[in-house]
């Protein structure tokens, strides 16, 4: 949507030109309608809505943000909200159903026709985060002994009431209603229509379980890259199918776990700016207070120490070491965490990581203990003992971020906890108390040694 069409649109909402708004509403895409409403009280929304197309209403309704959806819901007329609810695309509508007290469910429920309230219950009937919450019961299957000519009648006649999408998958059944096998619509347009069975063209088909959790079909979808995948029952029959744009936004919710949790802080179940501030409170609050207990063990290892405290270089140099260290850990937690995301690293890998950060770490810590030598020995003229201290330091606290970091997300995979809890302030914390129990052992050990 342009900026000319937003100015012209806001221009009439502003003069009350109705007439006027409804004609700009043809040319604006549903999704980018929904953008209008997001400064708007409930009673200026309703009557927006009023005033799109009722064509593109369902769809409107399915991009507004949940609030706003049962808001409207309880001031729109009845036989309004009834049709609006029917129009909806079965999967939205379940996204808002789940969403809803039990109590309300019902009554939204019990204003379906017939046909959409069994395909409500349906959905609703499989488990919360399931593949089944996701499906849309709506697809094009055949028995496999139907000949061509009649699946592309049978389509043209369909046409008229099934979305883009669905044409362009067509499933083969069995008579119990078992998932034999697909085949595109490009490959019946060329088949003979009168003398070939559709089992005669069909492919292999792989599907995903109604019962599974809703990650297993973003791994699918991520490794298939197909537009939509079948849904079948334990008992293999065909259920329904699950379209790529309803797993991204599945990825998209799992990304931003992952990316908060890794924050420090517990996952949003809104976004940012619709979360309440004490919800935000308590959610990095409780983080927060986790993180500085655990800092508080770096009070202890340093007052272990007072007695180097004379080694004045020692305190300038800490916070260097430490977030060096720091830096380090995430920067491994951060990788092994996005491989687990993407299923390219397994909980059977670790000793390979292992291995393998062990040797990144060693080298990565010779090379900032190289340039930590050079900063304290040559420019600092601090002395050939305090180079060697901050570098040795450096080298260890590198490698023990490394290592901590990414094994971390291993431990907390095998003991069933989310390895994005290993965020990056938990790591850290961890690297400093060792950095500074690294730092003053090694001065001491170097210092006492006097061979430098």
């Excluded at 937003?6 to 999704?31: C, F, M, Q, T, W």
């Excluded at 998932?179 to 229509?193: C, E, H, K, N, T």
């Excluded at 995301?341 to 810590?365: N, S, Y």
Aim: charged share 25%; hydrophobic share 50%.
């Amino acid at each position: 949507m342009n900026e000319k069409t937003i100015e012209e649109i806001h221009s009439l909402l502003s003069s009350g030109n109705y007439k006027g708004i409804r004609l700009a509403l043809h040319r604006v895409d549903p999704a980018d309608i929904s953008d209008f409403f997001e400064d708007l009280n409930v009673e200026k929304s309703v009557e927006l809505f009023r005033l799109i197309p009722k064509i593109r209403r369902s769809e409107v309704f399915s991009h507004l943000p949940f609030e706003l959806q049962y808001e409207m819901l309880q001031i729109l007329p009845e036989s309004v909200a009834s049709s609006l609810l029917n129009e909806m695309d079965p999967v939205d509508r379940t996204q808002l159903l789940e969403e809803l007290p039990e109590e309300v469910q019902s009554i939204i429920i019990g204003q379906l026709n017939p046909e959409e309230r069994q395909i409500a219950w349906q959905l609703l009937s499989y488990p919360e985060e399931s593949i089944g919450r996701l499906m849309s019961p709506d697809f094009l299957a055949f028995r496999g002994d139907t000949s061509v000519g009649d699946v592309l009648a049978e389509i043209r006649w369909k046409s008229s009431r099934v979305s883009e999408n669905l044409l362009n998958e067509i499933f083969i059944i069995d008579d119990d209603k078992m998932l034999m096998g697909r085949v595109s619509l490009a490959r019946l347009v060329v088949a003979d229509p009168s003398s070939i069975c559709i089992s005669d063209i069909m492919d292999d088909v792989l599907a995903l379980v109604a019962t599974d959790d809703e990650v297993v079909a973003v791994d699918h979808f991520r490794k298939y890259d197909k537009p939509c995948i079948p849904v079948i029952d334990e008992a293999q029959r065909l259920v329904g199918i699950v379209e790529a744009d309803d797993v991204f936004d599945v990825a998209e919710e799992e990304a931003t776990e992952d990316i908060q949790a890794f924050g420090g802080q517990a996952s949003l179940e809104d976004s940012y700016l619709r979360t309440p501030i004490l919800t935000l409170l308590k959610k990095r609050g409780i983080w927060l207070a986790t993180i500085f207990l655990m800092m508080m063990f770096t009070a202890n290892v340093l007052s272990a120490y007072e007695d180097s405290f004379r080694f004045e270089y020692l305190l300038i140099f800490l916070p260097l070491i430490i977030s060096s260290g720091g830096n380090s850990g995430s920067q491994a937690a951060s990788l092994i965490i996005r491989g687990f995301a993407i299923k390219d690293i397994d909980q059977k890998d670790w000793f390979i990581v292992l291995r393998r950060e062990i040797v990144i770490g060693i080298l990565l810590g010779l090379i900032l203990g190289t340039l930590g030598f050079w900063r304290v020995f040559v420019i600092g003229d601090f002395g050939l003992a305090p180079g060697m201290i901050i570098s040795l330091s450096l080298l260890s606290i590198v490698l023990f971020g490394a290592v901590t970091g990414s094994m971390l997300p291993f431990i907390l995979k095998s003991i069933k906890l989310d390895p994005a809890v290993s965020s990056s302030p938990v790591v850290a914390s961890l690297v400093d108390i060792f950095g500074i129990f690294a730092l003053f052992n090694i001065a001491i050990l170097i210092i006492e040694s006097g061979i430098f």
